[in-house]
């Protein structure tokens, strides 16, 4: 179980943490909540009817990190537009589709970097430091999400486009100051693929 997550019978995850790791990745969680930013609602808490009806942007964030979390629906990187006209119009659909659904992309992954601090909050810690991690079915998928935009957050501070950049990244000396982010990016990854394996069928 140590560095990877395994199957609980009846469902859901564990894995064993040591306290760096713990620290890390509730770190990494908190960062992603505040780069993601309070809900649109978070002005007139006592209204809930303000986030209910509150319309997300129509442009892209200015952040690179952000905009790779929120990318726009109708933009293909590797299909130019045809013609200014349909430039314009991919422009259009995309503001229409983010204004009406940025909102409720970030309230779900900010509730699963939440999930993720929750969880680590309430270990209970063992004698030789670090804890069990167990999660329920919903808390894994909470926790797979927070993970896939971890990495997404971590491979665009990166300047990660594809696997030729991972290949690069595996040869970096020690002393690149890339160096933990790297690090951090590769262990999230195995994590994420060791618990996408447990929710197999």
């Given at each position: ?33 505040e ?14 009817l ?30 130019a ?36 601090i ?84």
């Amino acid at each position: 179980m140590p560095g990877h997550f395994e199957p609980l019978p009846g469902g859901g995850a564990a894995v064993a943490l040591d306290d760096v790791e713990i620290s890390i990745i509730r770190s990494l969680a908190v960062q992603l909540l505040e780069l993601i930013g309070p809900g649109p609602g978070a002005d007139t808490p006592d209204d809930p009817l303000a986030e209910l009806f509150a319309e997300g942007p129509s442009e892209p964030p200015a952040d690179p990190v952000l905009r790779r979390l929120f990318p726009d629906a109708y933009s293909d990187p590797e299909e130019a537009p045809a013609s200014p006209a349909e430039a314009e119009e991919r422009r259009a659909h995309s503001a229409e589709f983010r204004r009406f659904t940025e909102n409720d992309l970030r309230a779900g992954k900010r509730e699963s970097a939440l999930g993720v601090i929750r969880s680590l909050d309430a270990l209970a810690p063992v004698d030789e430091g670090g804890a069990v991690l167990k999660l329920s079915p919903e808390q894994s998928r909470q926790w797979l999400g927070a993970l896939n935009d971890l990495r997404l957050a971590i491979g665009s501070r990166l300047e990660i486009t594809d696997e030729d950049d991972t290949d690069l990244l595996y040869r970096l000396p020690d002393e690149d100051p890339r160096k933990p982010m790297v690090m951090a990016y590769l262990w999230l990854g195995g994590l994420q693929e060791t618990l996408v394996t447990t929710l197999m069928p």
